[in-house]
């Protein structure tokens, strides 16, 4: 799939981008901002410019896949039925230009080349409970299962903050698990024992507020030996706005010393004081992206083409939806956009 690779980008070619995806997200913001549950509701199809309609007018759904969001490969050509509108190949071209690429810039990592399912560089103790993708980031990065291998496979001191009772105590639970899977193991091989003492992660149910520094991340597990604590704040999916505090601790504390962190959940950044998190983005006209369009800029377009291509059940449900808003406005009318979860079936 075409698109951009951010790797190389220069600062200044980052920036450019960014004035380029305000504009068009301003020149087509009335397409943005339209739902589905309101295509009959706010008579959407006919806010499309004329040429438009007769351009797409009558396709089924698997030929929008192919010509609508359809991204030729090298050698492949999207042949369209009618001429369509200038405008909707620029459209079409710039959204495809603008995009991230989604080819990876790497080969299937060598620890899942014996194996698909099975990380090779992970014991069967920390394999368990966890799915090969995280096999392979927990081995990269250093969740509770990000916890438990730098605990109890590496010999650290960790501190885990959850903001979720339920979750610290499965943590807890697993971590005795794995103990115990670990002396088994060790009893099996005797020459596999590790050296250094083993030291559970120590779990704390904390919310991490964004906006302020929070002191149970800084305090240490142990009085440090000699002069000040140096911590690492490590974050595997760090979700929302957990991103933008472990960056404020990282930048204003100096007993943090690195930061190795994943983000996750976007959508989830507060707004205003997280998203943007570039100041200089925040300055640009149209950078506003409420929470619907970020989360829907998380999707990948080919779930939605592969959607379309298969021309399935699910997109029936979408229009009885769309037609169940009108009942629902006429009655009550204050239920615009009411934010409600779907409906599978």
Known sequence: MPGISARGLSHEGRKQLAVNLTRVLALYR???????IEF???NLWDTLPCSWQEALDGLKPPQLATMLLGMPGEGEVVRYRSVWPLTLLALKSTACALAFTRMPGFQTPSEFLENPSQSSRLTAPFRKHVR?????EIRRLGEGHLSRFMALGL???????????????RAQRLDQELLQALEKEEKRNPQ???TSPRHSPHHVVRWVDPTALCEELL??????????????LTGLHACGDLSVALLRHFSCCPEVVALASVGCCYMKLSDPGGYPLSQ????????????????????ALEEYAERLQKAGPGLRTHCYRAALETVIRRARPELRRPGVQGIPR
Request: charge should be neutral; hydrophobic fraction near 35%.
């Open 132 to 136: 090969p993708k995280k096999q392979h």
């Open 219 to 232: 305090l240490p597990l142990e009085n440090p030996c000699q002069g000040r604590a140096r911590l690492l």
């Open 40 to 42: 009959f509701t706010d």
């Open 280 to 299: 200089w983005v925040a300055g640009l006209p149209g950078y506003e992206l409420p929470y619907r369009l970020r989360e829907g800029a998380c999707h």
């Open 155 to 169: 010999g650290l001191m960790v501190k885990s903050i959850e903001g979720d009772q339920r979750l610290v105590e």
């Open 30 to 36: 009335s397409i943005l901002d339209a739902y589905i």
């Open 192 to 194: 596999v024992v590790q």
